[in-house]
């Protein structure tokens, strides 16, 4: 267990719909990533923030769009879904404080398929 | 920009024989560099990781990897693999000037046959 959460689990939805993925860091971890894993294109990278401020920005569509709270969390908002958005979706999470090789964290993941 | 390779999509292996992973990046300034493995159905989790002093690192699980500098490479090495090693394999670069985003090679796929 990492101690990075990830809810929900699994999501179903149709094209055109919109859905909220949630995750927590670990606790203390001021920077959040996402990420997007399919089978295709890998595993890319698509956001990162660092204490509520977005600080990476990687292949994100304009249609994708995330935040990170006061409380640390963050969530990513995929909007007008397509089929091909179906795909794992990571968080992961690492204390930066200024030193850039620490790791991440990875959560468990969130599988989306839109049909 | 900064990028990822792994040389090897998918290796197959039988137990007890060596196993050794390619990666290769292309940066040449100061570079964190990791491996991360990910077993079916499960997240990426850390092998281990290179960011100064001995460019030969130990992680877990009986894996090492080697930061060669002139060959923009960190090679991922088991000496003799298990079943239980079957997994995807990520290598994954952090360039000081580049932020904090990461950036992940491809992936490699090990079968361990038993």
């Known amino acids: 267990d990492s101690g990075v959460t990830q809810t929900p689990k699994h999501l179903i939805t149709a094209t055109g719909q919109r859905v909220t993925l949630r995750c927590s860091p670990r606790s203390g971890d001021l920077s959040v990533y996402w990420y997007q894993q399919s089978l295709d294109q890998g595993l890319q990278f698509l956001i990162q923030y660092y204490n509520g401020e977005e600080r990476a920005k990687g292949n994100i569509l304009e249609r994708f769009s995330a935040q990170q709270f006061p409380d640390l969390h963050s969530e990513l908002n995929l909007s007008s879904l397509e089929l091909g958005d179906s795909a794992l979706y990571f968080c992961?999470?690492?204390?930066?404080?200024?030193?850039?090789?620490?790791?991440?964290?990875f959560g468990p993941g969130t599988r989306l398929t839109v049909l | 920009a900064q990028s990822v390779s792994q040389h090897n999509h998918h290796v197959i292996l039988s137990e007890a024989a060596s196993l050794e992973l390619g990666c290769n990046y292309s940066?040449?300034?100061?570079?964190?560099l990791f491996w991360y493995v990910q077993y079916p159905g499960q997240h990426l989790q850390l092998l281990l990781k290179?960011?100064?002093?001995?460019?030969l690192v130990k992680g877990i699980k009986g894996f090492e990897a080697e930061f060669i500098k002139s060959k923009f490479s960190f090679n991922l090495r088991k000496p003799s693999v298990q079943w239980s090693d079957t997994a995807e394999y990520f290598c994954?670069?952090?360039?000081?000037?580049?932020?904090?985003?990461?950036?992940f090679g491809p992936g490699t796929r090990l079968s361990v046959l038993p």
């Open positions: 992961a999470s690492s204390d930066l404080a200024g030193r850039s090789y620490n790791e991440q964290f």
């Open positions: 290179y960011f100064s002093g001995d460019p």
């Open positions: 994954a670069v952090n360039a000081d000037n580049y932020g904090q985003n990461f950036v």
């Open positions: 940066y040449g300034g100061t570079v964190n």
